[in-house]
């Protein structure tokens, strides 16, 4: 990424510019890793087949493999959605 640019601009970048770097899948999500050599971002992409929900979130390159490894705890990190921190939370039971 430029330094100019924050990890929330986003340049309208075609489809087809798009390289997957990394991709995985576990019950459900599947959170891939995709950079535009032409925008010079990165993108992670992630879909809930549980739930019917996805979504895209731009990221640094320096933290590109820490957003793969743990999407939702990222997202809290960054200070997005109280339910993704909620939801790694431990809750007792009883």
Do not use: C
Request: net charge negative.
């Amino acid at each position: 990424m430029r330094s100019s640019e924050t990890p929330t601009t986003t340049t309208l970048v075609a489809a087809d510019d798009w390289r997957e770097l990394a991709s995985r899948e576990n019950h459900g999500l599947a959170v891939s890793i995709l950079w535009s050599k032409t925008a010079d971002q990165v993108k992670l992409t992630i879909v809930d087949s549980t739930y019917g929900e996805e979504f895209e979130l731009p990221v640094p390159g320096a933290d590109a493999l820490e957003a793969f490894h743990h999407p939702f705890a990222y997202l809290a990190n960054r200070g997005r959605g109280t339910a993704a921190r909620a939801s790694l939370d431990l809750q007792p039971q009883g």
